[in-house]
T-cell receptor, first 112, second 113 residues
Framework: GAGVSQSPSNKVTEKGKDVELRCDPI?????LYWYRQSLGQGLEFLIY????????KSGLPSDRFSAERTGGSVSTLTIQRTQQEDSAVYLC??????????FGPGTRLTVL | DAKTTQPNSMESNEEEPVHLPCNHS???????IHWYRQLPSQGPEYVIH???SNVNNRMASLAIAEDRKSSTLILHRATLRDAAVYYC??????????????FGKGTKLSVKP
């Protein structure tokens, strides 16, 4: 498909485990963003990649969160030692020149 | 970042026009006005954006006040599928490189058949 894809769509994990969430942006999009949305809450910015520039990590809530983007394409968001408050829908978006951001369907993370 | 103010909720009847207001009194000259919407259980979806002039696309129209301190998203004929949370967001354009979107609480639009 031509849109942003994310995997897995759902992830259930136990407290203390590490998880990896994947985002496949639209081909050619230079900007990639991660957000999260807790139940009934607004979207919270996590991290932003723009081309070859250093990522903007200002939204990461703790050092348990990290993300990388390999080859300017696929991105992985890693959460170490998950906590129950990490439960949320994690959304990825990509854009070209920032005119319109295209969001993926999200990964619903549940930490038991 | 300049902030926006939107009503928490609005109701509309199906097939009637809907005007969703947004106030952004502290907008700067480099801020673009963007609108996104989020349907239930989906990621946000781009609707429209503008700088100074009114804009039209297949989804909606954007009317921007002359002083740019407010704007209105217009859905010409609301359908049940338009029921969503609508976000008005200001975004600076740094020559094509833009930072993240800052989402507020938005306006929850309900459409009655």
């Amino acid at each position: 498909g031509a849109g942003v894809s994310q995997s897995p769509s759902n992830k259930v994990t136990e407290k203390g485990k590490d998880v990896e969430l994947r985002c496949d942006p639209i081909s050619g999009h230079t900007a990639l963003y991660w957000y999260r949305q807790s139940l009934g809450q607004g979207l919270e910015f996590l991290i932003y990649f723009q081309g070859n520039s250093a990522p903007d990590k200002s939204g990461l809530p703790s050092d348990r969160f990290s993300a990388e983007r390999t080859g300017g394409s696929v991105s992985t968001l890693t959460i170490q030692r998950t906590q129950q408050e990490d439960s949320a829908v994690y959304l990825c978006a990509s854009s070209l020149a920032g005119i319109a951001d295209f969001f993926g369907p999200g990964t619903r993370l549940t930490v038991l | 970042d300049a902030k926006t103010t939107q009503p928490n909720s609005m109701e509309s009847n199906e097939e009637e026009p809907v005007h969703l207001p947004c106030n952004h009194s502290t907008i700067s000259g480099t801020d673009y006005i963007h609108w996104y919407r989020q349907l239930p259980s989906q990621g946000p979806e781009y609707v429209i954006h503008g700088l100074t002039s009114n804009v039209n696309n297949r989804m909606a129209s954007l009317a921007i006040a002359e002083d740019r301190k407010s704007s209105t998203l217009i859905l010409h004929r609301a359908t049940l599928r338009d029921a969503a949370v609508y976000y008005c967001i200001l975004r600076v354009n740094y020559g094509g490189s833009q930072g993240n979107l800052i989402f507020g609480k938005g306006t929850k639009l309900s459409v009655k058949p």
